[in-house]
């Protein structure tokens, strides 16, 4: 098993910045990556952001390239999402994933855990 805590969600303007942590306890020995997904009202879950947990490769969706950024702390088994620039459409629920295992090279599926999710709300 292997729990994920989230924070730093709140409520920020538009062209305003947040940043999100996500830490992983637990079986954390073989991390293959963490990613983030946001589920906005009425919506599916839809991805964000993804790293691999030993090189460090990052994949982001479009609508978030060059605004948002992530990261990680392998010591620290933490993984960062700082939000540039925000937009009221950015506003959902942000969940943090782990996917387990040496493969990460389809960072949008195969997430074995799920944090429980922070708020981020975006006003304009």
């Known amino acids: 098993q292997v729990q994920l805590v989230e924070s730093g969600g709140g409520l920020v303007q538009a062209g305003g910045s947040l940043r999100l942590s996500c830490a992983a306890s637990g079986r954390t020995f073989n991390i293959a990556g963490m990613g983030w997904f946001r589920q906005a009202p009425g919506k599916g879950r839809e991805f964000v952001a993804a790293i691999s947990w030993s090189g460090g490769s990052t994949y982001y969706a479009d609508s978030v390239k060059g605004r948002f950024a992530i990261s990680r702390d392998n010591d620290k088994y933490t993984v960062y999402l700082q939000m540039n620039n925000l937009k009221s459409e950015d506003t959902a629920v942000y969940s943090c994933?782990?996917?387990?295992?040496?493969?990460?090279?389809?960072?949008?599926?195969?997430?074995?855990?799920w944090g429980q999710g922070t708020q981020v709300t975006v006003s304009s």
């Open positions: 994933g782990v996917k387990l295992g040496y493969d990460f090279s389809r960072p949008l599926y195969g997430y074995s855990y």
